[in-house]
């Protein structure tokens, strides 16, 4: 539990280099662009995006490391430090200095994941996920994603990047269990991973995850974004880990020591995402919807 937990922070890196870089490329395209495959195509011409996908694929490989060792209710929430490792990133490559309430706001979610991971004590899943559980599972997050697209289509304001933030945080929780499938495949029968349905359902959920990021990404400000995004990630793998796998979460007297954990890191993203180095990042206000 110990390597998958280190592999999911080094995962958690990656993907925070990939959010800044992805996120200096999304500030220079045109708002009109969002929702539109036409807002891929403006970043693909942005060598900075490029290194951010490059970024992202590195963080890809440290997730399915980290998912081959552990479980999803282990593994998702701590990708959650990919926020304290985005502001420590910024701060070096913007030379600039962290103030004390952005330090206090990564020790309480540093701290809320801990007391979580504590209390919940994840253990390996107990069982596969069926065909029929499958099915179940896919039309119920692509339900939900699709409904939380048009309510950021229906909408301005913050209503648009905390649905687009939510749909972004589920459709990668979701990509992990299907990452959490290869990886018992490839385990079992190498051969057979590139015959297999989950190895395509990856790819094409993985896609349309960072198809939803880049729009969260460019929607609107970070406030917003940010949480909804980092919040829903763990909190549906916990779920999916759970349901999906049988994996393990204690009850009884420690769920109280859960929901403070869980409270804690909400709180610590949120005062995070209200930092002034990460306001900095945010798309102008001519760019917002």
């Avoid at 999911?8 to 999304?26: G, I, P, T």
């Avoid at 959650?80 to 701060?91: A, D, G, H, Y």
């Avoid at 339900?143 to 939510?166: C, D, E, H, Y």
């Amino acid at each position: 539990m110990i390597t998958a937990a280190l592999l999911a922070a080094l995962a958690a890196l990656c993907n925070a280099v990939a959010s800044v870089l992805q996120r200096d490329a999304a500030r220079s395209v045109a708002p009109e662009l969002g929702l539109r495959m036409a807002l891929i195509w403006a970043l693909i011409r942005h060598p900075v995006w490029l290194w951010g996908i490059a970024a992202l694929i590195a963080g890809f490989v440290f997730q399915a490391a980290a998912l081959s060792t552990g479980g999803i209710a282990l593994v998702q929430p701590v990708l959650v430090v990919e926020l304290p490792f985005t502001m420590i990133i910024l701060s070096w490559a913007f030379g600039a200095v962290l103030d004390r309430l952005s330090w206090l706001a990564i020790v309480t979610l540093s701290a809320g994941l801990a007391i979580f991971l504590m209390a919940a004590a994840p253990g390996h899943g107990r069982w596969s996920p069926d065909t029929t559980e499958w099915i179940v599972a896919t039309a119920v997050t692509a339900g939900t994603i699709a409904a939380l697209v048009a309510v950021a289509s229906a909408t301005k304001g913050v209503t648009r990047p905390a649905a687009l933030g939510v749909a972004a945080g589920l459709g990668f929780a979701f990509t992990a269990t299907l990452i959490k499938k290869c990886t018992w495949i490839a385990q079992q029968d190498p051969g057979a991973l590139l015959v297999s349905w989950p190895l395509y359902g990856m790819v094409a959920a993985g896609l349309c995850s960072l198809f939803l990021l880049q729009n969260a990404l460019h929607s609107g400000t970070l406030v917003v974004a940010q949480p909804a995004l980092t919040i829903s990630d763990p909190i549906a793998g916990i779920l999916y880990g759970a349901l999906m796998f049988g994996e393990p979460i204690r009850a009884g007297p420690w769920i109280v020591l859960e929901v403070a954990g869980i409270g804690l890191m909400v709180y610590g993203v949120i005062e995070l995402a209200r930092s002034p180095l990460i306001q900095s990042q945010s798309p102008p206000t001519s760019a917002r919807k």
